[in-house]
């Protein structure tokens, strides 16, 4: 991203895409690098001309703009797309964004409007990578961020964050916070039989945001566990106000004053997901034996590379391990090119029982071969070693009325 901004132009209407240039001819730090008539076209010449920005129409023939959103968000999501919608194409719109599209504008654009947009976005994907090239200064004494994460629903991200950050807790007896960034399905509250009131939705509309005093008065307790908890908002709508910068701060704020933070995330590269990744010391990439889900975690894996994401940063986590699956842990590895960092069994009913409850499994059935699994992972992430006293717990099965 040096010199001028590079501009592609995509419309399946010649004279909408002639007046789109002639707003852009006149400013010298832009260049208009190719025109494409629909999204098929869009998509080659994304890969071709690698612009920085895309002014994308929606309704076009042969692909529409948010298919070809989707396709070059995930193959080139360097590239900044800017929907130009007409009114009332909300749905479309809400479609686009969620494709990975960074900002919309109705048609037809005003010269300033449009100018200050694509400058916006431009500035943001900059930002966004110098934030992944620039180390961190070494002496800062901050939090490790563990950001649990898949292509794939379903798979056992919740289950997973839910539980990590629970052994981690406990193994380490450090101040640990677990935080909900699925923000429209969030489970992380039911999975530890909490009710909240006020959430992260609430808390982005606080002006001292950067507080730490403030973040903190919006973290749930959970005394079984000694975990603190940034619940996700209560109803699917809320989470439209909450934006990436917000969370770009709670999680600094909360890397600051926390020694570990557990961040749950859902399966796509929005804006939301990529700031929890990008803020991550470890990427824990959740993936199951089954073709599927296989074929996403390696598009996955191919998009984090493309984000210069290094891979010492991320580790595979294979869940729901069976040996009778006809897909190997061996041809998991050999078909994604990466090694699996720690393999979880399938354990459906303490698993769901867990659940039910509302008390993780490494609390209620520490010894359990899946909370085995959990520790060790935990004592991998931390560095902590392992001791007899760890799997003893505090006696909270029995409590529980575990075996
Ligand atoms: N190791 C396991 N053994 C058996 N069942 C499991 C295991 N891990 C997760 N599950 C079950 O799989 C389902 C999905 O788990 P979970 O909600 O944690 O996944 P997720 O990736 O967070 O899903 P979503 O994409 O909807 O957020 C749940 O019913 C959970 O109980
Ligand atoms: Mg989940």
């Known amino acids: 991203m040096t010199g001028k901004i590079k501009v592609l132009?995509?419309?399946?209407?010649?004279?909408?895409?002639?007046?789109?240039?002639?707003?852009l001819q006149f400013d010298s730090e832009i260049?208009?690098?190719?025109?494409?008539?629909?999204?098929?076209?869009?998509?080659?010449?994304?890969?071709?001309l690698l612009p920085d920005i895309i002014l994308m129409d929606i309704n076009m023939p042969v692909m529409d703009g948010i298919q070809a959103t989707s396709?070059?968000?995930?193959?080139?999501?360097?590239?900044?797309?800017?929907?130009?919608?007409?009114?009332?194409?909300q749905e479309y719109l809400r479609k686009a964004m969620s494709a990975g599209a960074r900002d919309y504008l109705t048609k037809p654009p005003g010269s300033d409007d449009l100018l200050r947009t694509i400058r916006q976005v431009y500035e943001n994907e900059k930002l966004r990578l110098q934030m992944l090239t620039i180390p961190e200064e070494p002496q800062r004494k901050s939090g490790q961020i563990f950001s649990v994460f898949s292509t794939k629903g379903?798979?056992?991200?919740?289950?997973?964050?839910?539980?990590?950050?629970?052994?981690?807790?406990?193994?380490?007896g450090k101040k640990t916070v677990i935080v909900d960034l699925d923000l429209q399905f969030g489970d992380v509250?039911?999975?530890?039989?909490?009710?909240?009131?006020?959430?992260?939705?609430?808390?982005?509309?606080?002006?001292?945001?950067?507080?730490?005093?403030?973040?903190e008065s919006y973290l749930l307790n959970h005394p079984l566990s000694g975990l603190k908890v940034l619940p996700a908002p209560i109803r699917p709508e809320y989470a439209e106000v909450?934006?990436?910068?917000?969370?770009?701060?709670?999680?600094?704020?909360?890397?600051?004053?926390?020694?570990?933070?557990?961040?749950?995330?859902?399966?796509?590269?929005?804006?939301?997901?990529?700031?929890?990744?990008?803020?991550?010391?470890?990427?824990?990439?959740?993936?199951?034996?089954?073709?599927?889900?296989?074929?996403?975690?390696k598009l996955g894996l191919e998009v984090m590379a493309s984000l210069h994401y290094e891979s010492s940063k991320i580790k595979l986590i294979l869940n729901r391990e069976t040996a009778d699956m006809g897909v190997s842990v061996k041809d998991l590895e050999e078909s994604i090119k990466f090694p699996v960092s720690c393999s979880l069994p399938s354990d459906g009913k303490l698993v769901v029982m867990?659940?039910?409850r509302g008390t993780p499994f490494v609390i209620s059935e520490p010894k359990a071969p899946i909370s085995d699994s959990l520790f060790k992972l935990a004592h991998d992430l931390t560095g902590i070693p392992e001791t007899k006293k760890d799997k003893a717990g505090f006696g909270w099965g029995k409590l529980l009325g575990g075996k």
Do not use: C, W
Request: glycine share 4%.
């Open 189 to 215: 509250a039911m999975l530890l039989d909490l009710v909240p009131r006020r959430t992260v939705s609430d808390l982005v509309s606080e002006p001292d945001l950067l507080e730490p005093k403030t973040v």
């Open 154 to 172: 379903g798979v056992g991200k919740s289950t997973i964050a839910v539980n990590l950050a629970a052994a981690i807790a406990q193994i380490s």
């Open 9 to 23: 132009v995509v419309d399946d209407i010649a004279d909408t895409r002639e007046n789109l240039r002639r707003l």
């Open 71 to 89: 396709k070059i968000s995930l193959e080139f999501p360097q590239i900044g797309v800017i929907i130009l919608s007409v009114q009332g194409e």
């Open 31 to 48: 260049e208009v690098v190719g025109e494409a008539a629909n999204g098929e076209e869009a998509v080659i010449f994304a890969r071709n």
């Open 242 to 297: 909450v934006h990436n910068n917000h969370i770009e701060n709670i999680l600094t704020v909360l890397k600051g004053n926390y020694d570990y933070v557990i961040v749950d995330t859902r399966q796509s590269f929005d804006d939301i997901t990529l700031t929890a990744l990008d803020q991550a010391d470890t990427i824990l990439v959740v993936s199951t034996l089954d073709v599927l889900t296989i074929k996403n975690v």
């Open 354 to 356: 867990a659940a039910n």
